[in-house]
């Protein structure tokens, strides 16, 4: 039994999440901008993190 991939695949992995997180933090940079923008108290920190946090794992497991 096999239970290592090939080398490309992990290689293909390997690639495909680092552009993931180098997308995570751009989206992380527009929604630190949004936050600047409409910073009205607690519960909005709180909308935008949870939006944050939920957009986030969503596009992980795509």
């Known amino acids: 039994m096999n239970y290592l991939e090939p080398l490309p695949q992990q290689l293909t992995n390997f690639l495909l999440f680092f552009a993931f997180g180098f997308l995570d933090g751009l989206f992380f940079r527009f929604v ?4 600047s ?26």
Request: glycine fraction near 4%.
């Open 37 to 62: 923008l409409f910073s009205k108290g607690k519960f909005a920190l709180l909308v935008q993190d949870l939006f944050f946090s939920v957009a986030t794992t969503v596009f992980m497991f795509v």
């Open 32 to 35: 630190e901008f949004l936050r």
